[in-house]
């Protein structure tokens, strides 16, 4: 099946910690997005990034970190240094010259 | 900068009604538009988007959204409302922040709706 697949679904993480969530993508597309969900904010941006080996900042990029090594994958690093990491997160890509963006399922990072 | 708002938290209509979910828009230049649903712990799905054209867009589920450019308005509607409905509405706008030629984007989101749909 073709998508976009966000692992893992849940993660636990302790203070102090750095981790990884993962995003892959099977549909050709050259963007990708890393967005973060808080209850009654909406979605923010942390990361983007066009084509492999470029990606600039979002609203949010403090404490998190990206890499686009391979078209296909734009695994998200959230830091020690993001100071409230406790949130919803979502991946997303787009294929040039179309306008809409599709969305992982998300993973749910929770500091213990 | 391009931005969104979402003036209602929430909105609750009967089964079999219509219903409506507000979003009025700021940009400079031509607005693209789009609508979103989100699920309980999934990710977000893609209904419809405003490019140019009609100003009544038709997209997934039954849903449609009338464009309005003398109100920047791009509300989402529906003619009959399923239980099935129940879920988070987001509004987005292309914002070409970063870009030139309009393929350097992101997407701005709203707030969110939660809408319900009770039996």
């Known amino acids: 099946d073709g998508g976009i697949t966000q692992s893992p679904k849940y993660l636990f993480r302790k203070e102090g910690q750095n981790v990884t969530l993962s995003c892959e993508q099977n549909?050709?597309?050259?963007?990708m997005y890393w967005y973060r969900q808080d209850p009654g904010q909406g979605l923010r941006l942390i990361y983007y990034?066009?084509?492999?080996?470029?990606?600039q900042k979002g609203d949010i990029a403090e404490g998190y970190s990206v890499s686009r090594e391979k078209k296909e994958s734009f695994p998200l690093t959230v830091t020690s240094a993001q100071k409230n990491p406790t949130a919803f997160y979502l991946c997303?890509?787009?294929?040039?010259?179309?306008?809409?963006?599709?969305f992982g399922q998300g993973t749910r990072l929770t500091v213990v | 900068a391009q931005s969104v708002a979402q003036p209602e938290d929430q909105v609750n209509v009967a089964e079999g009604n219509p219903l409506t979910v507000k979003c009025t828009y700021s940009?400079?230049?031509?607005?693209?538009l789009f609508w979103y649903v989100q699920y309980p712990n999934r990710g977000l799905q893609f209904l419809l988007k405003?490019?140019?054209?009609d100003n009544l867009v038709k997209g997934s589920y039954g849903f449609e959204a009338e464009f309005n450019k003398s109100q920047t308005s791009f509300h989402l509607k529906k003619p009959s409302a399923l239980v099935s409905d129940s879920a988070l509405y987001f509004c987005?706008?292309?914002?070409?922040?970063w870009g030139s030629g309009g393929s350097n984007y992101k997407l701005t989101f709203g707030k969110g709706t939660l809408l319900t749909v009770n039996p």
């Open positions: 997303a890509s787009r294929i040039q010259g179309n306008t809409e963006a599709f």
């Open positions: 549909l050709n597309h050259d963007a």
């Open positions: 990034s066009q084509i492999v080996n470029d990606f």
């Open positions: 940009v400079s230049g031509n607005p693209y």
């Open positions: 405003y490019i140019t054209g």
């Open positions: 987005a706008v292309r914002d070409t922040r």
